[in-house]
């Protein structure tokens, strides 16, 4: 470097290089308290380098004028505010905004992060918070949303230059693998918890229990949650299912929508806090599906028990009103307990995941079974496929990993008896 030569006071240094070229360097206002800022430019001339300069302080003076903006702004108000500008772009669908509100209110708000400025927040006051939330007892799937919720919050506010860093970046991945850890199951545990060949016969048999006084189904959802069992579908997928999206003929069946209850944000004091709410399957996966056999007779139970026409909603009450994800989880709550099922099977994805791994089992391929499910491969390996299998043994129930090749030798035995092939056959042999 050649020699440093200082202006007068305020305009900074100005330094000769050995190629000629002039380095001028600046001292302004930093966003981080206590500290300042150097903005550096390389020019020809000083006079190109001031006026690069002049360029590079406008720029640093409009993102200091949008930090200081919103200098007592907490974490918890940039979550909602980075959350209206998702909903008034369009980013999220109606029950993602639900979850996403209920994530901010129960995990962020209600703690120390959610009260700290914004500006203030460092990467150790979030891997605080996260410490906070797994002693309360949060499950590390919960606790993953939070993190990803507050980092693309974050993000969004670095990225506008409304502040200086985002402090969730550089400790996000530690996180995330501590809370994998976390995830890590025991020899007892199940790696995905779906139901055995036993809870799934007594499941069947629960759903069609009739009452003694009359005859009629004990269960409203009865048949519903079988064809859930038979057809691996989402409930909002089921849900929007209406008898023109089934082709008895053929044994097909469309599946293009999902309707999801939502909170009703306009709502005056005589109208429903939720509404239904349909749009287009998760990931976009929109299919057409055919049939096991079961799944038929799933179908023709329901239209010999509710009847309906071509545009009837195929999953409908007693008062032939449409059905909510919420009324069918409490039903086959009911049918569970019940059946008398273990204390861990509950909610209604234990019944689609069921559905993959009898699939699995049965020797379709990963690809096979995440298409028929409408999910990603990646997705569908690692959430849905139990490798581990469900045995009693003296009275005590584990879970017992199979020899490898368990999928071909069971298939092989099949076909020495004559049975169909793996994907002809009944699910829930």
């Not at 606790?143 to 200086?164: M, S």
Request: aromatic share 6%.
């Amino acid at each position: 470097m050649g020699d440093t030569k200082r202006n007068i006071k305020g305009q900074g240094t100005f330094v000769e290089m050995e190629n000629g070229k002039i380095l001028h360097r600046k001292y302004v206002e930093s966003d981080i308290p206590g500290k300042r800022k150097v903005l550096t430019v390389r020019g020809d001339n000083r006079a190109i380098c001031v006026k690069l300069m002049k360029k590079k302080e406008k720029a640093w003076e409009e993102r200091m004028a949008l930090i200081n903006a919103n200098p007592d702004e907490t974490v918890a108000d940039l979550c909602k505010r980075h959350l209206e500008f998702q909903v008034q772009n369009g980013e999220l669908k109606p029950k993602s905004v639900d979850r996403r509100e209920d994530t901010i209110k129960n995990q962020i708000e209600k703690y120390s992060l959610g009260y700290m400025q914004t500006q203030a927040v460092t990467p150790a006051d979030i891997d605080n918070h996260i410490s906070a939330l797994i002693k309360t007892g949060l499950s590390p799937s919960t606790i993953k949303k939070v993190v990803d919720v507050l980092n693309a919050a974050l993000e969004w506010a670095a990225v506008r230059n409304e502040l200086h860093r985002n402090p969730a970046k550089s400790i996000k991945k530690l996180i995330m693998k501590r809370l994998s850890k976390l995830e890590s199951k025991s020899a007892a545990e199940a790696d995905v918890i779906v139901l055995s060949e036993e809870e799934e016969e007594k499941f069947l048999q629960e759903t069609l229990r009739t009452n003694d006084n009359n005859g009629e189904l004990k269960y409203s959802g009865g048949l519903y949650g079988r064809l859930l069992l038979h057809s691996g579908m989402r409930v909002g997928e089921l849900i929007s299912l209406r008898w023109k999206d089934y082709d008895k003929e053929n044994g097909y069946i469309v599946i293009n929508k999902s309707t999801s209850f939502c909170r009703n944000r306009n709502a005056s004091e005589n109208e429903a806090k939720y509404i239904a709410v349909q749009g287009t399957t998760k990931n976009q996966k929109a299919r057409v599906l055919q049939l096991f056999d079961e799944a038929i007779e799933d179908l023709d139970m329901i239209m010999n028990e509710k009847g309906g026409g071509p545009d009837d909603l195929i999953c409908r009450t007693k008062n032939n009103k449409q059905y909510s994800a919420t009324m069918m989880e409490h039903c086959m709550g009911t049918v569970y307990k019940n059946a008398g099922l273990d204390d861990k099977v509950s909610g209604l994805h234990i019944l689609r995941r069921t559905f993959a791994t009898r699939m699995y089992e049965n020797g379709a391929d990963t690809k096979e079974i995440a298409a028929y499910i409408g999910d990603l491969e990646s997705t569908t390996m690692q959430y849905y496929i139990a490798a581990r299998k469900k045995v009693i043994v003296g009275g005590t129930v584990k879970q017992i990993v199979p020899r490898p090749g368990y999928r071909i030798n069971k298939e092989n035995e099949k076909i020495r008896k004559g049975d169909a092939p793996a994907g002809n056959r009944n699910i829930s042999e």
